[in-house]
């Protein structure tokens, strides 16, 4: 949504008066970049003002700008050059989206996230009816290039918990099977990420189809998703495996699995000292 420079104003504002947008996508980190960033605003100033717009209580919203925004509050800076537009949330959302999404760095999860901060606002505006052709045609093709099918897959990846997004972020766990696995609830995912841990896999697409059909009758147990997840992939190495129920009556119910693991492996690795002991005798 390209804003109109209609009624813009460009101020000086004061840092302490300006907010992040609430529940913005786009990570802002304290790496590398920032660092450099923090070091640009020092040496040459803010160059592109940030894109803001007022609040009731005298403050501002941030639309554009967060890096810098983050940056200068590092640098110590006290005022910001600002065009300030006088928009409410849901006009505010989408020029956030649009104006971030043309980034080259952009995360899974923060796609994921952008688009359905777009999505709720033009619901919220009168045009969920028409979201398909008119968002997938003329809005979105002003921020990115995604079809208006893999726009929704993003969206599907906003039912997943946060330990498994950030999998996907980390390029651990593919798009493709990370949306089969969002159909899963809340609980089955905590019991496919526990396995996950345990077993050091994640699961490929197939089984990630396996997973959400099993979810969809409701059969999907923590046996079931320990089968699927030791059923062999291709170039997979092999690997000894056990059955979870197999193993807890020999330790603590209050163990977790990977304290379970934890605790053969010291086992295993207190015996092999043993042996050695004895050999060397």
């Known amino acids: 949504m390209p804003l109109s420079k209609k009624d813009v104003q460009a101020m000086q504002l004061p840092i ?6 609430e529940n913005h996508p786009f990570q802002v980190k304290d790496d590398d970049e920032m660092n450099q960033l923090v070091w640009s605003v ?9 894109v803001v717009r007022p609040l009731d209580n005298d403050e501002y919203e941030v639309i554009s700008g967060h890096r810098r925004l983050h940056a200068c509050q590092k640098a110590g800076i006290e005022t910001v050059p600002a065009l300030i537009y006088a928009l409410d949330r849901d006009a505010a959302a989408i ?3 649009d104006s971030n999404l043309h980034r080259e ?7 994921a996230f952008a688009y359905k901060l777009k999505m709720d606002a033009l619901s919220h505006q009168g045009t969920s009816r028409q979201l398909g052709e008119k968002w997938s045609v003329s809005q979105l093709s002003e921020a990115g290039t995604d079809s208006e099918r893999q726009i929704h897959r993003y969206i599907r990846l906003t039912e997943l918990i946060l330990q498994i997004l950030s999998m996907v972020d980390a390029g651990k766990i593919a798009l493709t099977p990370a949306v089969e696995l969002s159909y899963l609830n809340e609980q089955e995912q905590r019991d496919l990420l526990e396995t996950m841990e345990s077993e050091d896999c994640t699961p490929s697409l197939s089984q990630a189809v ?14 079931k998703i320990f089968e699927i997840l030791r ?22 119910k209050t163990y977790s699995v990977a304290r379970i693991q934890e605790r053969i492996l ?7 000292r043993r042996r050695s002991g004895r050999d060397a005798r």
Do not use: H, W
Request: proline share 7%; net charge positive.
């Open 231 to 252: 059923e062999p992939k291709a170039n997979q190495q092999e690997k000894i495996s056990f059955r979870l129920d197999d193993l807890r009556k020999y330790f603590p």
């Open 210 to 223: 396996q997973l959400k059909k099993l979810s969809q009758s409701g059969e999907l147990t923590m046996d």
């Open 16 to 21: 302490q008066k300006l907010r992040p947008f």
């Open 266 to 272: 010291k086992l295993l690795e207190a015996d092999c």
């Open 95 to 97: 020029a956030l989206v």
């Open 105 to 111: 760095k952009i995360l899974p999860s923060e796609k």
């Open 42 to 50: 020092l040496t040459q100033g803010v160059l592109t003002p940030l």
